[in-house]
């Protein structure tokens, strides 16, 4: 039997077990939304007839209705506790009101309002059920319209609530988009103008406030003929005679809370966590060593100690996964210290390169904050020291499997071993995992099984899966199977849990059908962290239906996990006993094909993404995939950067794993076509590893033209991120090859980055003579859009040596030349060099219309630098004109963009917003 869940918040569906098992047509999915409407009421057949056919019903409704009703019957026959009955004319539809997302969503909002130490928390789970507007798929516009509104206002009230409670924790510079974007979809609620008004002054932005105020005023009057409200009147008058906000936007220190969700079956660890709670209240830095065995539930601990003592560390929580024994690798330090730093609002042109250096900056920046750094899952001391505070009031937990005695020796870290819990902590998981009843109705085989397992949390619930497999699965049977392996569980006392556990694991391996033993092993191959369907579908070369069954069976018995929906992923212990069945028992030649079609799977997919995402430029065509290879079918250019966005972890580690498995080609190629997407995103550090692992592995193969698009892709994100000495020797190394293939295109690609590096250092000169050198090499290829592009850069280099008229003229021949090749970006940057160049004419007039249909171009096509960087000019040429407060929006929405996509520019612009308040 499964299990079956309903969801009303976004179109109306069934999921059962996980899986989307939706009514077939509209009509009922309309009868179903109305029945769980009325939860546990009688809904009559004239009711949901009328919702049918709101006109005129034909002769034959009420027979079609109880056909709509007996199939829904059919789709709910998999789980008895789903009931739908005949009352009357009428019927009845109950379940456990959990089971709907509506009622959870209410029942979350309204402990929000009684749980005041996790309102927020509970109001952002509850606003995490909406998928879209409530009933989206219903059948009539007119019924869904007069049924939705009101759970419309049911979220807009819960999200005004949790907007309150991140004002009143000194977010309000996080909440002002999210605010702006509201108010133009509902201009006229003045609960949400309110809101936006005190978080504008809370930003130092009164100005913004009042003016906010009297636009509302002015469209309540002209579209509702009403006066404001008096909550609203008296903000306005509040902020009248408010004092200046504590302190400016862009000073406002994010609030990162990045620990993994709490377990709800959390048990026992009473002494631990009184331990860990009485440490906490000793002044200094707190820093605490968890050590003990693999499974004994370190990380659990951490997790739920952390957000247990959430409150006392105002200013954040840092988490990270060490990997220290992965089989993909510990993690790099200097890796996580990026991330940390991220995080806490340090710029990427801020983070200084180097291991020491930025563990330096971190101790700085946590300074005077109060911190909590949960680093899980560390491999020794040294990987572990560089990452720990040393500011009173800040505090590190860290776990391990190895006892960090460095760490307490020399940093003066108090270490505690996690043991195994004891025997009633046992029973109880047990109890909780299986049901108290039960546990009580065999209380002699639930102790039996307790000493099998040594207190082991891990092996306990592995067990408990196996017993849970079917209700009347006798407990006696489990111990009794526990107990021919007792020998090897014994050894969890003194040795290292991950070959112990072997047994443990193989029960529910064993237990597998034959093709999910296969595909269990086949993903022991995957080099993580998660996986679709349509990748294990790949390894296995079967189709996905067909795999999406078997990973169903893996999930069911808990050898896999689904962590965010369609993505899955292993336990590390559970992936390195996969790893270990496919080197025992899968063929060297059934491993290497298997690879072979999972990474054809993922350079397909970043092949047609690149296609999408860069439709001018032209990437050379990828092999054929391997038969049983997987496609990846994106849709559009929207649907090509959601899956860059959602594999993007998978993709850079499949261009590592690649090289590291000799398949060099799969390396270069991915790396190659991740570029248009890490560039638009702004993703400095991916892009330069990938890239760097490109030339290595381009190298290694010895393929001239991949080694030639290796060192260009380089130099480009080298560029992007101020490396420009560096950048320059990689393209002087591309230029060679390109012109020893005679590969015109390639040719002026490099001569199109050496104008963009000699701007970067303000030579224009030289910009302007390696931009009419692109011209030629683009005309020779054929090469339309980088014809345009050059043309838009020579406008630009001229726009910048004073030169107003010839800027003119070649911005207008490009823009001339993207019109008809069709290329919005190009357009988009077009229009930013014909605004520099009407503003270098003094024409800032015009600029300013350029700049700003420039920025929406920009913004449409998802070109966040060029939208940046109009309205950077936006704002000069705006400051030409006297006006100072639209300069001074112009260029604080330009530093949010560029801080948003991490570019280094975002401190120049900081630099303009300083000096124009002084």
């Not at 409530?134 to 949790?162: C, I, P, Q, V």
């Not at 309110?194 to 002015?218: K, N, P, V």
């Not at 526990?482 to 569980?489: H, S």
Request: charged content about 25%; some cysteine.
């Amino acid at each position: 039997m499964g299990s079956i869940a309903f969801r009303l918040l976004g179109p109306i569906e069934v999921v059962q077990d996980g899986q989307a098992a939706n009514p077939s047509t509209a009509q009922q999915r309309c009868v179903l939304a109305l029945l769980l409407l009325d939860l546990g009421r009688v809904v009559p057949a004239e009711r949901l007839i009328a919702a049918l056919w709101p006109a005129e019903p034909p002769v034959s409704a009420h027979n079609t209705v109880r056909v709509y009703v007996t199939r829904l019957r059919r789709l709910f026959a998999v789980d008895p506790s789903v009931r739908l009955e005949t009352v009357g004319r009428g019927w009845r539809l109950t379940c456990d009101r959990n089971r709907v997302d509506l009622y959870r969503f209410r029942d979350l909002a309204a402990r929000a309002h009684h749980e005041a130490p996790n309102a927020r928390e509970l109001l952002t789970e509850a606003l995490g059920l909406w998928r879209g507007p409530a009933l989206a798929d219903a059948t009539s516009e007119h019924w869904r319209e007069s049924h939705s509104a009101g759970l419309e206002e049911e979220r807009l009230a819960a999200l005004e609530d949790r907007i309150v409670l991140d004002i009143d924790s000194g977010c309000a510079p996080m909440v002002v988009p999210e605010l702006s974007v509201l108010l133009a979809e509902h201009p006229t609620r003045e609960r949400l103008t309110q809101l936006q008004m005190s978080a504008l002054h809370d930003c130092g932005r009164t100005a913004e406030a009042i003016t906010l105020y009297h636009r509302t005023r002015t469209v309540l009057r002209d579209d509702l003929g009403v006066d404001p409200g008096s909550e609203l009147q008296s903000e306005f008058q509040r902020l009248l005679g408010a004092p200046p906000a504590r302190r400016a936007r862009e000073t406002v220190d994010p609030v990162p809370r990045q620990l993994p969700g709490d377990l709800t079956a959390f048990v026992g660890r009473t002494d631990t966590l009184a331990h860990l709670d009485d440490l906490l209240n000793d002044e200094g830095t707190f820093l605490v060593a968890l050590d003990g065995l693999p499974g004994v539930g370190k990380t659990t601990l951490a997790v739920h100690w952390a957000h247990r003592v959430g409150d006392r560390f105002p200013d954040g929580t840092l988490y990270a996964n060490l990997r220290g024994f992965s089989s993909s690798g510990p993690r790099d330090p200097a890796e996580i210290l990026q991330e940390f730093l991220h995080a806490l609002g340090v710029p990427a042109s801020r983070v200084p390169a180097g291991l020491d250096a930025r563990a330096a900056h971190l101790r700085s920046t946590l300074a005077g904050r109060r911190v909590l750094l949960v680093l899980d899952n560390a491999r020794d001391e040294t990987q572990v020291r560089s990452l720990l505070p040393s500011t009173p009031g800040c505090g590190a937990v860290v776990t391990s499997r190895h006892q960090l005695t460095g760490l307490s020796a020399r940093q003066g870290a108090l270490r505690l071993r996690i043991d195994v819990i004891d025997r009633q902590e046992a029973l109880d998981l047990l109890a909780r995992r299986l049901g108290a009843r039960r546990v009580h109705r065999e209380p002699e085989a639930a102790s039996r099984i307790v000493d099998g397992c040594a207190g082991l949390p891990l092996a306990l619930a592995i067990v408990a899966a196996r017993a849970d497999e079917a209700d009347d699965f006798a407990l006696a049977s489990v111990a009794e199977e526990l107990e021919t392996a007792k020998t090897a569980l014994d050894t969890f006392e003194s040795f290292d849990a991950s070959a112990d556990l072997r047994t443990v694991f193989s029960w529910s391996y064993n237990a597998l059908s034959a093709n999910a033993a296969r595909l269990l092993r086949l993903l022991g191959l995957h080099w993580g962290p998660d996986f679709t369907v349509e990748a294990a579908a790949s390894l296995a070369a079967s189709p996905v239906q067909d795999t999406r069954r078997l990973v169903n069976e893996l999930c069911r018995t808990r050898l896999l996990g689904e962590h965010r929906p369609g993505r899955f992923g292993f336990h590390d212990l559970l992936a390195a006993y996969a790893a270990e069945l496919a080197a025992t028992q899968e063929t060297e030649a059934d491993r290497q094909e298997a690879t072979h079609r999972l990474l054809d799977h993922y350079l397909h997919g970043a092949h047609t993404a690149a296609e999408l995402l860069d439709q001018h430029r032209r990437y050379d065509p990828v092999n054929p995939s391997a038969t049983g290879a997987i496609g990846v079918d994106h849709g559009d250019q929207d649907g090509a950067m959601r899956w860059c966005a959602t594999e993007l972890a998978v993709l850079t580690t499949s261009v590592s794993a690649a090289h590291a498995r000799g398949f060099d080609a799969h390396a270069h190629q991915i790396a190659h076509r991740l570029m248009p997407f890490l560039r638009k995103q702004g993703l400095g550090t991916p892009w330069l590893e990938t890239t760097q692992l490109a030339v290595q592995a381009a190298t290694r193969a010895d393929d001239p033209r991949a080694i030639a698009n290796a060192h260009f892709g380089l130099a480009a994100a080298q560029i992007w991120y101020g490396d420009l000495e560096t950048a320059r020797t990689h393209l002087s190394e591309a230029l060679r090859r390109y012109e020893a293939l005679d590969d015109h295109g390639g040719t002026a690609n490099i001569h199109t980055m050496l104008c963009k590096l000699a701007s970067a250092e303000e030579d224009f000169t030289a910009a302007l003579s390696h931009a009419d050198d692109a011209l030629v090499w683009y005309r020779r290829a054929g090469a339309g859009w980088g014809e345009a592009r050059t043309l838009n850069n020579i406008g630009y280099c001229h726009a910048r040596l004073g030169r107003p008229r010839l800027a003119l003229e070649f911005c207008e021949q490009a823009i001339a030349v993207f019109s008809r090749v069709d290329d919005p970006s190009g357009m988009a940057g077009a229009l930013e060099s014909l605004g520099a160049a009407h503003a270098s004419n003094g024409r800032h007039d015009r600029a300013i219309d350029a700049h700003r249909r420039s920025i929406d171009m920009a913004l449409k096509h998802g070109e966040k630098q060029i939208a940046a960087a109009a309205m950077i000019s936006l704002g000069d040429s705006l400051l030409a004109l006297d006006e100072r407060e639209a300069t001074i929006r112009a260029w604080q929405e330009a530093l949010v963009m560029l801080e948003d996509i991490r570019d280094p520019h975002a401190e120049t612009v900081r630099a303009k917003l300083a000096a124009l308040s002084a």
